[in-house]
């Protein structure tokens, strides 16, 4: 909040992890300027116009972004990967990223090098390619579309040979 010069700060989680509710209310206790908000589950609340909907009740331009409106908004991944850089002089060299969906057979958020091509995430969750198509890749407020399927060798394909399917939790 400091280095934006923001005076309230608010951390959103949503309402079917009440667990972690509870973990920011015990650690937020004595934060005068930070509230903690639970969020109706709702799909895709995650999207920074849809947070500060929900959480500000302000409206971002259609072709804006939220700072349009005097709003700065980090999603967990960034805060962890700004907080890396400047405390362990980290660079942003990897990210979690999500693997669902009905012909995903062994969902996962895995934590995978830059660059790793999908074709990865697809054996490593064990998706049904035979029953792919092309699709959108991404949030589905934010991601894009592609004539190629995942790993395909189209759009957004990079190969990368360190990704070993190591979950975000330490796990093979």
Same mark, same amino acid.
């Given at each position: 909040?400091?280095?934006?010069?923001?005076?309230?700060?608010?951390?959103?989680?949503?309402?079917?992890k009440m667990d972690a509710v509870?973990? $920011?209310? +015990?650690?937020?206790?004595?934060? +005068?300027?930070?509230?903690?908000?639970?969020?109706?589950?709702?799909?895709?609340?995650?999207?920074?116009?849809?947070?500060v909907k929900a959480i500000l009740?302000?409206?971002?331009?259609? !072709?804006?972004?939220?700072?349009?409106?005097?709003?700065?908004?980090?999603?967990?991944? %960034?805060? &962890?990967?700004?907080?890396?850089? *400047? %405390?362990?002089?980290?660079?942003?060299?990897?990210? &979690?990223?999500?693997?669902?969906?009905?012909?995903?057979?062994?969902?996962?958020?895995?934590? &995978?090098? *830059? @660059? %790793?091509? $999908?074709?990865? $995430?697809? !054996?490593?969750?064990? &998706?049904?390619? +035979?029953?792919?198509?092309? @699709?959108?890749?991404?949030? /589905?407020?934010?991601?894009?579309?592609?004539?190629?399927?995942?790993?395909? @060798?189209?759009?957004?394909?990079?190969?990368?040979?360190? $990704?070993?399917?190591?979950?975000? +939790?330490?796990? /093979?």
């Open positions: 909040m400091r280095a934006v010069g923001a005076e309230r700060g608010y951390v959103a989680i949503e309402n079917n509870a973990l $920011f209310q +015990d650690k937020l206790a004595g934060e +005068d300027n930070i509230d903690l908000v639970a969020l109706r589950t709702k799909y895709p609340q995650g999207g920074e116009k849809m947070l009740n302000r409206e971002v331009p259609s !072709e804006g972004i939220p700072l349009d409106v005097g709003v700065v908004v980090s999603n967990v991944g %960034t805060a &962890v990967a700004i907080t890396e850089c *400047l %405390t362990l002089n980290k660079p942003l060299i990897e990210r &979690v990223v999500t693997v669902s969906g009905s012909l995903v057979r062994k969902p996962a958020n895995l934590l &995978v090098p *830059l @660059g %790793t091509p $999908f074709a990865a $995430f697809l !054996e490593e969750c064990d &998706v049904d390619v +035979d029953r792919s198509r092309p @699709g959108h890749h991404g949030r /589905s407020h934010d991601g894009y579309q592609s004539a190629h399927p995942p790993g395909s @060798g189209g759009q957004g394909n990079h190969s990368h040979p360190g $990704f070993e399917g190591r979950r975000d +939790d330490g796990s /093979s």
